[in-house]
C-alpha cells in the first residue's frame, strides 16, 4: 500500500525501484519519499550573503532563455551561457501538502533542506502570475490548476513559516551566476534588442531598412564632400 502510495504520490520522478531500494532503511512514509527524491548527487553549499533570486520575467528580461530540462531529478537544475533548464514539475493539489510535509520534516529533522532549498528556488522564480505563465509556456511547469494565478499562490503559500538557511543552500552557486548574469549591462542591452526590435519579421526588416538608409546617407555625405574638396 506505501509502495502505491509513493508512486501515485511521486510519479514520473520516484519509481518502485527508488522505493522498494529505500524500504527498509526509513522511518516513515514521508522520510521514504525524502529519500527516494534526493538528489542524483549534491552540491557544495556555500553561504549566499545576497540572498535575491531573480523571477522568470526578470531572467527573461536579462536575456536569460527558459527551457525544460530532460532529467527526471527536479533537483537537477543547471544554468549555463544563459540557459536556465530546469526539469518540468507537475503542479497539482495533492503536491501542495506533500511538499509541505516534506519541507517541514526537513527544517525539524535533517541537515540536508534540499527539497525545501527546491521549493524556495521555486517560490522566487514564480513571484507573479506572469511569472507561473512564463514557466509554463516553455515547458518547466505542467500546470493542472485552474490557471497561472493560482500557480502563483500555490509557491507562495509553501513557503509560509519556512526558514531560508542563507548559510547552506543546495542551489548557491546557481543563484550566484544568475545573479551575475542578470547584472550584466551588455546581456540586458542585448536582451531588449531582441525583444523590442527583433521580435517579429517586420520589427527586423525595418531595422534592416533603417540601417541602410543610414548607410547610405553617409556615403552620400561622403561622396559630397570628396566632390567639394
Not at 501515485?8 to 514521508?30: C, G, K, M, S
Not at 517586420?202 to 574638396?229: C, E, H, K, P, R
Request: hydrophobic share 45%.
Amino acid at each position: 500500500m506505501i509502495l502505491r502510495f509513493g508512486i501515485w504520490a511521486w510519479e514520473p520522478y520516484v519509481t518502485e525501484d527508488h522505493l522498494q531500494q529505500n524500504f527498509f532503511q526509513v522511518e516513515h512514509i514521508v522520510d521514504l519519499l525524502r529519500l527516494c527524491f534526493q538528489p542524483s548527487c549534491f552540491s557544495f553549499k556555500t553561504e549566499i550573503k545576497v540572498f535575491k533570486i531573480p523571477s522568470a520575467k526578470e531572467l527573461q528580461q536579462a536575456g536569460v532563455r527558459l527551457q525544460s530540462g530532460s532529467s527526471k531529478n527536479l533537483f537537477d537544475i543547471r544554468f549555463h551561457n544563459g540557459v536556465l533548464e530546469i526539469p518540468q514539475l507537475l503542479v497539482m493539489d495533492r503536491k501542495r501538502f506533500i511538499f509541505r510535509n516534506l519541507m517541514v520534516y526537513e527544517q525539524h529533522y535533517c541537515s540536508e533542506n534540499y527539497v525545501t532549498d527546491y521549493m524556495i528556488l521555486i517560490s522566487f522564480l514564480v513571484k507573479s502570475p506572469m511569472d507561473a505563465e512564463l514557466l509554463i509556456r516553455n515547458g518547466i511547469i505542467e500546470n493542472c490548476l485552474k490557471d497561472s494565478e493560482e500557480v502563483s499562490t500555490f509557491f507562495k503559500g509553501l513557503l509560509e513559516e519556512i526558514q531560508i538557511n542563507r548559510k547552506n543552500f543546495e542551489f548557491a552557486s546557481l543563484v550566484e551566476d544568475m545573479g551575475a548574469y542578470c547584472r550584466s549591462p551588455w546581456h540586458r542591452w542585448n536582451a531588449t534588442l531582441k525583444q523590442d526590435y527583433f521580435s517579429t519579421p517586420w520589427g527586423s526588416l525595418s531595422i534592416i531598412a533603417a540601417a541602410v538608409l543610414l548607410l547610405l546617407t553617409f556615403m552620400q555625405t561622403v561622396f559630397a564632400f570628396i566632390q567639394v574638396i
